[in-house]
């Protein structure tokens, strides 16, 4: 790996302070980019390696930050572009606009490796890569299984990013491995958001100074770097909020995919944690099929992340595993049961249900399923929808 000393990297002088990324909102990643745009930039890592992209948030972070510091890096993406249990499945529209956007932009030094991890691992040398990023499933078996057979491939002195390491609930289990990898080697937790881990592989070697601020915080430097990073994520947070207020989110990357989110629980109390999602891309009727875990589930709520979209909705079935329906929807009639809320308005139609996207959190509420609250089984949510762009007004 080749590292940059000079004194221009001080507190005041981290490579983002100009960064403007080309891509945000679409993940979890808001909160770290601008480190990750440094972290490329101060390390020149020759070979760099993510394990788990969706729709690159993270990755075309990475590769945005080669091409503006002239790192020379070789990048890969690894993912087989399905989706998990964590992030929800989705469609073919992700990889076609990830695969549009990296040959549109970084085609010359960037490879996307669509591949389940295990599989792609053979491609790469042991001792080979200067910067990992894992960021796939987030089960402490995952991530396990993903660290033993990746690290053997990461320099010794090489750098690993992990995502989520501070998240303690949804089944996520990258905070136990985190905190056990922290005591073999120097690393750095950044606790905003759900947490980015900073990990140098042992032995210990002298590291740029961003990087060595950070292996050996707290001190001066990481603190004055950490609240750079503050000020920065502030304002994405807000360029992104201006999006949806202003609906220039429309013309964005994230706009062309919707994802539909479905709530359970018992009493209409809905958190996250209690949630299943998928993502769709626009223009053709899809039909999906949400397994929700066994429970009782009252109350159920749909809710769309769509930018100012109409939604078509033709049928909503609830299903046991035996086939049988807990509700079902697919005639006028049975949508008029279902409440709009949100940011949503409903349109007149003779046959489905079509609402208009206003804003950030459109909402539906399925009627309460008194008789069947305490199904112990499976239940599956069964969608058949088509996304399309709004008319703009005006
Ligand atoms: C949390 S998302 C990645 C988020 C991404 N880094 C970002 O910036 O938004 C996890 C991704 O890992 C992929 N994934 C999970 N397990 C995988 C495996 N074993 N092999 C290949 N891809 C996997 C999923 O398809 C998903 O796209």
Redesign the pocket.
Known sequence: MRTVTESTDTPMAAPSRHFRPMLVG????TNHLHFAYDAVAVLRPQMLV?L????????FCFCQSVVENRTGTRCFA???????L??GGYDEATYREVAAHNEKHYHDFSTLVR????DAVARFADNSIDLLHL???HTET?VRQDLERWLPKLKAGGILLM?DVTVRNRGFGVWKVWEELCARGRSFTFHVGPGLGLWEKPPRRPQPPLIESFLSAPNESSAQFLSEYHACTAELHQRIAQSWNDGTIRDTYFAQQTTVQVFFSKDGVHSEEDSVLARIGHDEWKELALPLPPGGYGAVRIDFVSAFTTIEIAAIRLRKPNGATLFEAESAEAFNQIRVAGDATRLPHARSLRIQVTGLDPQLYLPHLARTGDVPEPVTVELKLRVSASERSG
């Open positions: 679409l993940g979890a990643w993510e788990g992209t969706d729709r690159g948030e993270s990755y690894v993912d087989n572009w399905r989706g998990d964590h992030v591949s389940d991890f295990a960021d796939g499933l995952a995502h």
